[in-house]
Structure formats: C-alpha cells, structure tokens
C-alpha cells in the first residue's frame, strides 16, 4: 500500500491518529479539569461556555461547556482536535473568556473554595419545589436560594440555628421554613 495514495489510505481516523506526546497529553488533561472547575462555576452564573482567543487565526471561537468537553476528550482519543462549527452569532456575554475563568478558579481553589465545596439545595424551603443543585432561585416562586446555602454553612460551622436564623433576618433576609 502507497501511504501517499489518499485512496489506499484506511477510512478510519483511529488508525490515522496518532498518540499524543506526554506532554501534551497532560495539557488536555489539565485543560478538561479545569473546563469542569470553571462549568461548576460559571454555568450556575448563567455562563453557556467559554471564550478561547485563537492564536493562529487571531479570532474568538465560542464553545459550549459539552463541545468543548468532547473536543479535548476527542483529542485525548485519537490525538487529533475535533471540527466544530463556529457558534452562530454568540451573545458575547454568554461566554466566560478562558483565561479570565481559569484564573477565577485558581482563585477559588487558593481560598480553599474549589468546586465541590458548594452547599447543596435540592427544594425550595418556602415553596418546597424541587431545584438543580446549581439554581440561584427557585424556578416556581423566585426566590433566592443562597440564603438556604447560608444558613446551612453557618450551621456547619457551629452557630446554633436559632443565632444563625437571627443573623439572616437581621441582615434582611426573608424567613424560610
């Protein structure tokens, strides 16, 4: 078989593909870790994905939080990156720029908050509809569940519940069942 020949070669881009080098290898990986540090901070936020400013052809290219996952593992598959269409029109500010949110999460894992520390709400405690662990609001009755959050991490710290019910309200929070 002549590899020059496009027609002998396989159809199957597995066996094209080649490993990555080590080094790089360990770059995507370090990227996917910090791609999901950066989606459990931002997509809460209402962040759709982030921003990459690409340095070969000097433009901005917008991904969403699953593409960019599946390129970087698509690259750790078979060594090569993953085409995507570029994003239709993004709304800028749906974007979380790389760099910016990287340093965001490095920040956060500095001050001993990474991803994972969050305190989970799964209802509302005035309505009791059930909520995604990242809501900032209740989707029936609208209101805010970091107040929830709150609480219950003043009470894992050791403030008796009836202190910390007084230091919300006093702060002017609504009360909560």
Sequence with gaps: MDDDDPDERSSDPEEESEPLPADERES?????????????????????????????????????W???????????????????EPAYQPREDDYVVWDYG?????????????????????????????????????SRCGRPLAVVRLFRELKERGIDEREARALLLRAGFEPFS
Excluded at 34 to 60: H, P, T, W, Y
Excluded at 66 to 84: K, N
């Design 28 to 64: 995507v990986e370090a990227d996917l870790e910090d791609l999901g540090a950066m989606r459990g901070v931002f997509e809460a936020q209402g962040a759709k994905g982030v921003v990459i400013a690409c340095s070969d052809c000097g433009s901005n290219h917008y991904y969403d």
């Design 102 to 138: 990287k340093g965001y999460v490095d920040a956060l894992a500095d001050a001993g908050l990474e991803e994972g520390s969050s305190v989970p709400v799964t209802s509302c405690p005035w309505c009791e509809t059930p909520v995604e662990p990242h809501f900032a609001f209740c």
């Design 66 to 84: 699953e593409l960019l996952r599946e390129s970087l593992e698509h690259m750790l598959a078979t060594g090569e990156p993953r085409m995507h």
